[in-house]
T-cell receptor
Framework: GAVVSQHPSRVICKSGTSVKIECRSL??????MFWYRQFPKQSLMLMAT?????????EQGVEKDKFLINHASLTLSTLTVTSAHPEDSSFYIC?????????????FGPGTRLTVT | EDQVTQSPEALRLQEGESSSLNCSYT??????LFWYRQDPGKGPEFLFT???AGEEKEKERLKATLTKKESFLHITAPKPEDSATYLC???????????FGQGTELSVKP
C-alpha cells in the first residue's frame, strides 16, 4: 500500500523559534500534498494544499507567513512553523495524493506532535 | 454550505455486538466519500473509498455503503482491536481537497 512518513514524530521547541516538519511519500509520487492540524478530540482541519513546484494554497484563516510550505519534489513537502508560540502546539498531519493511486485516494502520515514551551 | 456530519459522536459496544456508524453529507456534486480509522496519536488509516450511490465495499468486519445523502460503516461482530475513531470525509473538488466529519469514537469492550 501507499506509505507516507513524517519527521519528526514529536518536537518540543521554545517560543519564538522555528520548526520544520517533513512529509515524504515513500513508494509513490505525490503530485499534491495536504497539511492538516488536529486538536485533541477534534477532527482534522485542512491548513493548506501544496502542489509540486508551485506555491501552496492556504485555507481561510491560516497565516501563510507563519506556516511556510514547500513542495520541492514529487516525494517531499515541508511545513515550517515560524516564530512558534504556545498556541501553535498541536498535532500536524500531512497527506499525499498521487496520480498513480486510484481515484483520489489520499494517504496520511503518522503525524507530528508539536509542543511549544 | 458543504457539510459532513457523523453520528453518533461516541459508541460503546460489547465484543460481538454489531452496529453501524453514520455519515451524512450535503455537498454539491459528490466526487467520492472516504472512510478512515484513526488511533490515538496516529494519522488516519485509509479504509474505503465510495464513488456512487449503491456502491458497497467490505474489509474484514467492516462494510461501507453509500446512498445519495449518507454513508454507513457497518461493523459486524466487533473485537476490542476495532476500537478507534472512525472518520468520514467527502472529496470536495478535483484537486483532492477533503471535508472531514467530526468522527465517531468507537469503544469495544471484551
Amino acid at each position: 500500500g501507499a506509505v507516507v512518513s513524517q519527521h519528526p514524530s514529536r518536537v518540543i521547541c521554545k517560543s519564538g523559534t522555528s520548526v520544520k516538519i517533513e512529509c515524504r511519500s515513500l513508494d509513490f509520487q505525490a503530485t499534491t500534498m495536504f497539511w492538516y492540524r488536529q486538536f485533541p478530540k477534534q477532527s482534522l482541519m485542512l491548513m493548506a494544499t501544496s502542489n509540486e513546484g508551485s506555491k501552496a494554497t492556504y485555507e481561510q484563516g491560516v497565516e501563510k507567513d507563519k506556516f511556510l510550505i514547500n513542495h520541492a519534489s514529487l516525494t517531499l513537502s515541508t511545513l515550517t512553523v515560524t516564530s512558534a508560540h504556545p498556541e501553535d502546539s498541536s498535532f500536524y498531519i500531512c497527506s499525499a495524493l498521487g496520480l498513480a493511486l486510484p481515484g483520489y485516494e489520499q494517504y496520511f502520515g503518522p503525524g507530528t506532535r508539536l509542543t511549544v514551551t | 454550505e458543504d457539510q459532513v456530519t457523523q453520528s453518533p459522536e461516541a459508541l460503546r459496544l460489547q465484543e460481538g455486538e454489531s452496529s453501524s456508524l453514520n455519515c451524512s453529507y450535503t455537498v454539491s456534486g459528490l466526487r467520492g466519500l472516504f472512510w478512515y480509522r484513526q488511533d490515538p496519536g496516529k494519522g488516519p488509516e485509509f479504509l474505503f473509498t465510495l464513488y456512487s450511490a449503491g456502491e458497497e465495499k467490505e474489509k474484514e468486519r467492516l462494510k461501507a455503503t453509500l446512498t445519495k445523502k449518507e454513508s454507513f460503516l457497518h461493523i459486524t461482530a466487533p473485537k476490542p482491536e476495532d476500537s478507534a475513531t472512525y472518520l468520514c470525509a467527502v472529496l470536495y473538488n478535483q484537486g483532492g481537497k477533503l471535508i472531514f466529519g467530526q468522527g465517531t469514537e468507537l469503544s469495544v469492550k471484551p
